[in-house]
T-cell receptor, first 111, second 113 residues
Framework: DAKTTQPPSMDCAEGRAANLPCNHSTISGNEYVYWYRQIHSQGPQYIIHGLKNNETNEMASLIITEDRKSSTLILPHATLRDTAVYYC????????????FGKGITLSVRP | ETGVTQSPTHLIKTRGQQVTLRCSSQ?????VSWYQQALGQGPQFIFQ???????GRGNFPPRFSGLQFPNYSSELNVNALELDDSALYLC????????????FGDGTRLSIL
């Protein structure tokens, strides 16, 4: 599975967009990019995933560069409840869909 | 729709003991994966069960074992507990094994004294 790298932390102001970067320069053509987040004392929560097209759902938008070497998760209007560790994961299609978590990026939303 | 539930929420054991953790998968899901999360780290994959058969295993010794039942609920068993087994154990369920999102429970916090 491709390795992903994320900065250790970032912060943003409540109500502003939070743009969380992820580098996956060795990603292969059959690997999806997944984002999960983990709020303190809870299990990880699925946010969104994509292969090469940009994706949007009720939680966030995922922008994948054309060369697929990096992506950005966008929380359009961050709230205090979005404070969490966000994990970017590259996952190949096919059997045994084990998730390989790194250390993630800690997002702190300030009032 | 009932989400993933795990029991117990907290557990304290001593070295050498055995423990069983339980997971009820989300309605309609037939795949269960188990993860171990040490303090300050991301979750690490232990193994996955699909339709009652093990379908992949991470780098964990054989004293970590599991079961999946016909209703797709699952158990994680750990024998000969060691201090390093202290962690949050997470269960995730999904539909099939091919890139469907995994939905996690809130875990069992296991402390080894």
């Amino acid at each position: 599975d491709a390795k992903t790298t994320q900065p250790p932390s970032m912060d943003c102001a409540e109500g502003r967009a939070a743009n969380l970067p992820c580098n996956h320069s060795t990603i292969s053509g059959n690997e999806y990019v997944y984002w999960y987040r983990q709020i303190h004392s809870q299990g990880p929560q699925y946010i969104i995933h994509g292969l090469k097209n940009n994706e949007t759902n009720e939680m966030a938008s995922l922008i994948i560069t054309e060369d697929r070497k990096s992506s950005t998760l966008i929380l359009p209007h961050a709230t205090l409840r979005d404070t969490a560790v966000y994990y970017c994961i590259a996952l190949p299609t096919g059997a045994n869909s084990k998730l390989t978590f790194g250390k993630g990026i800690t997002l702190s939303v300030r009032p | 729709e009932t989400g993933v539930t795990q029991s117990p929420t907290h557990l304290i054991k001593t070295r050498g003991q055995q423990v069983t953790l339980r997971c009820s998968s989300q309605s309609g899901h037939n795949t269960v994966s188990w993860y171990q999360q040490a303090l300050g780290q991301g979750p690490q994959f232990i193994f996955q069960y699909y339709r009652e058969e093990e379908n992949g295993r991470g780098n964990f010794p054989p004293r970590f074992s599991g079961l999946q039942f016909p209703n797709y609920s699952s158990e994680l068993n750990v024998n000969a507990l060691e201090l390093d087994d202290s962690a949050l154990y997470l269960c995730a369920s999904s539909l099939g094994v091919s890139n469907q999102p995994q939905h996690f429970g809130d875990g069992t916090r296991l402390s080894i004294l």
